[in-house]
C-alpha cells in the first residue's frame, strides 16, 4: 500500500536517489550540471525547506516524490521499476488539490513517457522551449491543467 506523507529535509537522500534513478532510466545521457552532493544540499536546504514536498511511501521506504511551488510541479519522480502502478497520479491528484486553480510543469521533450502521462493526468502543452531553458541544455515543453468548470444546479457552468 502506498501512503503520502509532507517531505522533510531528512528525505533528501533517499529523494535524490529516486531522482536520479528515474531520470539515468528516462534520459539517457542527460548531462548533470551539479555534482551529487551539490544537488543533496539543494534538496535539503531549498527544495524540502522552502517548497511544499509529497513523499509517496511503500513499506515505510520512499518510492515518489512531488515537489510544488504553488500552482507549479518543480519535480515528480517515482522509482523506475514502480512505474505504472498509480503513485505518480496519487502524487498529482494530490498536486491538483492543492491548486484548485490549475498546475503548470515543464517536461523534457525527449521523455515521451512523461509526456504521455502528463497528458493522461489531464495536461495540455502550452508552449515550448529551446535548450537554452534549463541546465540540462535539453528541449521542453511547458503543461498545464486546468481544472474542469463547477457545474452549477441548473447544469451551466459556475
Known amino acids: 500500500m502506498t501512503v503520502l506523507r509532507p517531505g522533510t529535509p531528512a528525505d533528501a537522500p533517499a529523494l535524490v536517489a529516486i531522482q536520479r534513478a528515474a531520470l ?5 545521457g542527460l548531462a548533470r550540471p551539479w555534482t551529487e552532493a551539490e544537488t543533496l544540499a539543494w534538496f535539503a536546504g531549498e527544495l524540502l525547506a522552502r517548497h511544499r514536498v509529497f513523499v509517496a511511501e511503500q513499506a515505510g521506504q520512499p518510492v515518489g516524490t512531488l515537489a510544488q511551488d504553488g500552482a507549479e510541479v518543480l519535480h515528480l519522480h517515482v522509482v523506475p521499476v514502480l512505474h ?3 503513485i505518480g497520479t496519487m502524487l498529482t491528484e494530490t498536486a491538483k488539490a492543492a491548486a484548485p486553480g490549475g498546475l503548470r510543469l ?6 515521451r513517457a512523461a509526456l504521455a502521462f502528463y497528458e493522461r493526468c489531464g495536461f495540455r502543452p502550452i508552449a515550448c522551449r529551446d535548450a537554452t531553458a534549463n541546465a540540462e541544455g535539453e528541449e521542453d515543453v511547458i503543461l498545464a491543467w486546468t481544472p474542469p468548470p463547477l457545474i452549477t444546479r441548473e447544469g451551466e457552468s459556475a
Do not use: E, S, T
Open 24 to 28: 539515468d532510466a528516462a534520459l539517457p
Open 84 to 86: 505504472r502502478r498509480g
Open 106 to 111: 515543464a517536461c523534457f521533450r525527449r521523455n
